[in-house]
């Protein structure tokens, strides 16, 4: 319905569906929820479309420009009082400020008729914007309506909860409508004979299993991708397998496969460079470790009770697991 419509309006990126010059229907592109799996692409898109991010402050000169809004185009008014523009103060030696910032950065697409900025309260050269607000508390979220200040959010206790609310109040139907103007002219500017030919390219748009979070999977050849529940996860876990004095592998018994990915998931093989699953010594040497598409190979296990040594490896779904970047395959 209209409200619904509108309300979505304020708080996602806006794609219409249009046809011969007219819009037929109002398409909301999903950006990520804070601290949700929802994955960018690599270009920090969803399905194409561009979201907001958060600017620092270099100096005074910049912060004046953020007050004043952006220009722009011909035939286009700002809102009534100025643009929103939300300022985080913050500094780099204080933890509630490291733990809550990147969060409040995440907000930034979900909102984009409002232009996110921080600002380092004690660097030199904007620390006097710090004191000409009287900011004395780390962090110190402030909104302004132009140059004017809406209100303020100080300490980190429900931060975000707080800057939704406060968001959701002020941003006015007057700021969605030149958000969708100033979108429909970039569109317009970059139209015409460069379109088309994108258009006869036949460009796909494919997922990259890479920058998906855990809780997605990559299927169809990147074409598709499914979100699971944190649950299932544990169902879903690799297939572990291991190839001692024969060219066949053979697969661990569950309970040895359960012990190996925990161990795995852990991080402790790329922390150590060895984990010890029941008999099992496992270890690898970096020249020999690759990770490829859904594979893990190049893994060593030695048997502590029987004389066995051999190879291991991991099949299935991919896990990211802290420290394993360095040894993913490039091709």
Known sequence: DRETAAEAAKTSALVSVVVDGKRL??????PRMAGSYWPYFVDNTVLGETYTKTVEVE???DWQAMLEGPVLPPDISSPPGGFLLLASFQVLWSKDCQTIMPTIEELA???PTVRFVTIRADRVGVDAISRKYKVEEFPTIVLFRGDQELTRVVGPERTVHHLTDALKANITDADVEVREAVRAYEIEQNGGEEEEEEAEEDLIWTWDPDYASDNCKVMGYGMIVAMQPEDDIEDNQGKWQKKANSDEWETLPPHE???CEQQ?????????????????NIYFDSSEIKIKGHMIEGI???NREVYENGYIRRMGNRVKVK???KYISDQ
């Open 257 to 259: 496969q359960t012990q």
């Open 59 to 61: 100096n005074e000169q």
């Open 109 to 111: 697409p979900n909102y």
């Open 264 to 280: 795995f998931r852990s991080g402790t093989l790329w922390a150590q460079s060895q984990m010890s699953v029941g008999v099992y």
């Open 300 to 302: 060593r296990f030695s």
């Open 25 to 30: 229907a109002p398409c909301f592109a999903p």
């Open 323 to 325: 420290g394993e970047e």
